[in-house]
């Protein structure tokens, strides 16, 4: 399993806001009931099988162009372990664990 971090920005849209843009894209992985996904400020991260994933990253990068744009962007990270089960929450709480006077 992958936790992916994914920023599609559309460019030359004539607008400094991309909420529109955004709202689409999410609208696109809300069909993707296979994966598991955070909306953050800045990006949205995604959890799941890495070619699925991808997939579906694929299908939200179209969407901005669905709606107009003429050009976009998308930075992918990709943390993929092998070892054991990597999850959004397993990671966040590995941090939690470590900090002083915290537990989950």
């Known amino acids: 399993m992958a936790v992916v971090e994914v920023t599609i920005a559309p460019l030359g849209t004539g607008t400094p806001s991309v909420s529109q843009y955004v709202a689409g894209c999410h609208r696109v992985l809300a069909k ?22 991808l997939e579906v990253i694929r299908q939200m990068h179209e969407s901005p162009f669905a709606a107009g744009a003429q050009r976009v962007s998308t930075s992918i990270r990709i943390d993929d372990r092998r070892d054991k089960e990597l999850t959004m929450a397993g990671k966040v709480k590995a941090v939690i664990d470590k900090l002083p006077g915290k537990s989950s």
């Open 32 to 53: 993707a009931s296979d994966v598991k996904y955070q909306l953050t400020p800045m990006s949205t991260i995604i959890e799941g099988d890495l070619d699925r994933i």
